[in-house]
């Protein structure tokens, strides 16, 4: 949905140098036709297996996005105490809510009992007695998957692998195990397993390995739900690479059918990575550098994790093409978008877009070197419609600061 005519960007019908214009830099823009392929694109994956998928609200949480998420069907995974609570008031249906995270505190599983969400997922055995303590204490019942560590490895960059042996996530499974054979409790009932492996995956074979791995568990308990995690990758790079879901469905899905009555999927990259770009502002030009006007704090992904996102002129020059460097205003080396980026030589001022920001962007942002985090913008065929308020640099140095 991001298109060039006369060598202009535009977002569905809106030129994108209008929306920097009238908003100013940085600047995210999303999309809406783009999240509705995408979500209909994964709803066909799983289309005729009982399924829950629950958007992971980490990769993107502004409320105008979760809204038009939650109209097209789908429930929501979270993370935390926040996520439950921005679900809840976005109007995801608590059944169709799911709450996994290795490091929950009593008062965020107390909200979760509370309102009764659809399920837990628990990442050790002592969570699971915490669990089962304020559900008594509250009196009421709840639901947990156990999130099964199956020590495989997907094939992805290593900071985002999340099911190796050596990761903090889930439960071993000689533990899961043990628990499975001897838990009991009148308030807590396990009825799901859950497998998160990692993410930007491109491949159904590291899914079918996993689930796999814990199949032995399904001869000591009867489950209802099999949660396989998120995890599919999107083409960064832009040369038509897709993650394989005929193989996943005729294999995974397939297979997962014969164990259990509903397979959940917690996909948040797949839906809104490619809806989203970050447009930024030339500042200055010097040897190979650009400096634009977004940094580090706005937009994270390549100085965590070295992740190359495409950038390209907004509107396209007549120019030179070079090689260029992009970087951030912020005081760090590693504020850079990446080197050789083959752009038309940009005046002061020109746009420029990072392509395929909308998951992990905004979510990750942060308020570094004093920088307030950007403005959020939603198109809608000929429509664009500010969803967040870039933040207001007086509201952020002070707050919460006491007198
Ligand atoms: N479910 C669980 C339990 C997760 O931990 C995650 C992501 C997801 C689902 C969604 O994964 P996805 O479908 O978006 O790949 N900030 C990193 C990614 C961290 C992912 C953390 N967990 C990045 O920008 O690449």
């Not at 998957?145 to 071993?172: E, M, Q, Y």
């Not at 962007?361 to 419609?385: H, I, Q």
Request: proline share 3%.
């Amino acid at each position: 949905m991001f298109v060039w005519r006369n060598g202009e960007l535009f977002c569905e019908n809106v030129k994108v140098s209008d929306i920097a214009k009238h908003f100013d830099t940085p600047l995210y823009v999303y999309s809406k036709a783009e999240i509705l392929k995408r979500i209909g694109q994964i709803k066909s994956v799983f289309g005729d297996t009982p399924h829950l998928i629950a958007y992971s609200l980490k990769a993107n949480n502004n409320p105008h996005i979760l809204r038009i998420i939650r109209e097209s069907g789908l429930g929501a995974d979270t993370v935390s105490g926040g996520e439950v609570k921005l679900a809840l008031e976005t109007g995801f249906l608590p059944s169709k809510v799911v709450f996994a995270g290795v490091g929950k505190r009593e008062d965020e599983i107390e909200l979760a009992i509370e309102r009764g969400i659809k399920l837990l997922n628990i990442e050790s055995e002592e969570e699971l007695n915490v669990v089962e303590n304020i559900a008594g204490r509250v009196r009421k019942k709840i639901h947990v998957a156990l999130r099964i560590n199956p020590d495989v490895s997907p094939k992805t960059i290593d900071k985002i692998a999340t099911a190796k042996k050596t990761s903090k996530f889930g439960i071993d499974l000689e533990k899961a195990e043990k628990i499975l054979k001897t838990f009991t409790s009148r308030w807590v009932t396990i009825t799901g397993l859950h497998v998160h492996i990692g993410s930007q995956i491109f491949e159904w074979e590291p899914y079918m390995e996993a689930v796999k791995k814990v199949e032995h568990l399904f001869s000591l308990r009867e489950f209802s739900t099999f949660d396989v995690g998120g995890g599919f990758g999107v083409d960064y790079e832009g040369i038509g690479r897709e993650f394989d879901f005929s193989g996943f469905k005729i294999n995974v899905l397939k297979y997962l059918k014969n164990y259990v009555e509903e397979v959940i999927t917690e996909p948040g990259r797949f839906i809104i990575a490619k809806a989203g770009i970050l447009v930024t502002k030339v500042l200055y030009r010097k040897r190979d550098f650009i400096i634009v006007d977004a940094g580090m704090n706005d937009f994270s992904r390549p100085a965590y994790y070295g992740a190359r996102h495409r950038i390209v002129n907004v509107v396209k020059r007549s120019g030179d093409i070079g090689m260029f460097s992009v970087g951030g205003p912020v005081c760090e080396s590693t504020d850079v978008f990446g080197r050789n980026f083959e752009l038309e030589l940009p005046e002061r001022g020109d746009f420029l877009a990072i392509m395929d920001t909308g998951a992990y962007g905004m979510t990750m942002a942060s308020n570094y070197n004093a920088r307030p985090r950007p403005a959020e913008v939603l198109c809608d065929g000929n429509r664009y419609t500010l969803i967040r308020k870039r933040e207001d640099l007086n509201e952020i140095l002070w707050r919460g600061i006491p007198d």
